[in-house]
Structures are given as structure tokens and as C-alpha cells.
């Protein structure tokens, strides 16, 4: 197995923000990639990011859901394996293909710093 490269990331917007892992404090996404704070995740309240960073992508599956059936991979954050949302592959609604190549993170799996 190869060194781990994470990346480190600054918030440019005024609000500081970056979410990182609860478990491991690993950088994931900031603030300003929200595109949306309306999802639920299995573990509560979830935000859909445009881009993370730092996770690796489990093997695609079919999982039907509020808004319908997609396909997800879920992610896992690549220094301690935490699961900490899912990726979405493909949406089968059309209203619903805005979320493909988009990332859902869940609340309760984060923790927010603030870049200084």
C-alpha cells in the first residue's frame, strides 16, 4: 500500500466553514459546496455538496429512495474508513438528475471546523 495523500482545504467564503470527518477530523468539503441542506441521510439531516474531497467510493448499487431510485456508491473517508455519505451514479427520474456526480454528506457523520 502506497502513502496517503489527503488534501487540505481552505474556505474562501466568508463563512470559514469545512467539514471534516467526525471520527478522524479529515477534511471532507467546505461550506460554499453546499448545494443544498434539504436531504435526509440514514442518520438524520444530510447536505448535498457539489465536490469532497478525501473519500473513497464503494461499488455502485440501485437504492430506492425518498425522491425515487438511483444508483449510489456509498463514501468512505480514506483515513479511518468511516462511512460518511454516498455519491450519486444515476438518477432513473428525470427531475431527480440535477444530484448525478453530486454528494451527499451526512450531518451527523461531520463535524465543522473554522478556517482562520
Not at 441542506?37 to 430506492?64: H, I, S
Amino acid at each position: 500500500m502506497g502513502q496517503l495523500h489527503k488534501h487540505y482545504l481552505h474556505a474562501p467564503d466568508t463563512n470559514n466553514r469545512i467539514y471534516v470527518c467526525a471520527t478522524c477530523q479529515t477534511h471532507l468539503s467546505t461550506h460554499s459546496l453546499i448545494i443544498s441542506k434539504q436531504f435526509q441521510g440514514q442518520t438524520g439531516r444530510a447536505f448535498l455538496f457539489d465536490k469532497v474531497v478525501n473519500v473513497a467510493e464503494g461499488p455502485a448499487e440501485d437504492r430506492q429512495m425518498t425522491t425515487g431510485l438511483h444508483t449510489v456508491r456509498d463514501i468512505r473517508c480514506i483515513h479511518c474508513g468511516a462511512v460518511v455519505g454516498w455519491k450519486y451514479e444515476y438518477a432513473y427520474e428525470e427531475s431527480q438528475k440535477y444530484k448525478v456526480g453530486k454528494y451527499i454528506l451526512e450531518k451527523n457523520l461531520l463535524t465543522d471546523i473554522y478556517d482562520h
